[in-house]
């Protein structure tokens, strides 16, 4: 599978798809644990805040241009089914689509959606932000293993 094209592609993918990990990461490891620390009117304004800027041009190219990457390495195994190089970069993008993407748009894009609508005077916010913490991290895990593993993948596809 791997052509020179091919390889740049895949080193192009691994380290996108290692650097949105590697987002995911620092949020499951430290700032959610972070935010939750905080009184609940500022953790939730911070999240709040979060929510509004991670919307940008160069989240998004990371983001969304791994995720082409991706779509576009597991299309070109496709011509070579049988070989590791191809596997690997077939479940690279399954585990990138689904678990980075489809996740954040399924699960935490409408946690953040709900979180956002609660202003901090409102009484049902420290329910919410309990409820947000729990529920946004345990996904954010979710991303953060698939991010990674598709990373760890598309390297080991690389160097076949």
Known sequence: MTDDVTFI???MAATGTGLVGGIFFAFSNFVMRGLARLPV???AAAMQSINVTVLNPLFFTAFF???ILCLLLGIAALASPGEASSLAALAAMLLYL??????????NVPLNKRLARLPPSDPRLEAEW???LAAW???NHARTVAALAAAALLTFAAGQ
């Open 9 to 11: 592609l895949l080193i």
């Open 41 to 43: 009117e500022s953790g």
């Open 65 to 67: 241009g791994s995720g």
């Open 98 to 107: 689904g678990g980075s993407i489809g996740v954040t748009v399924f699960f």
């Open 130 to 132: 309990t409820h947000y």
């Open 137 to 139: 991290t345990k996904w």
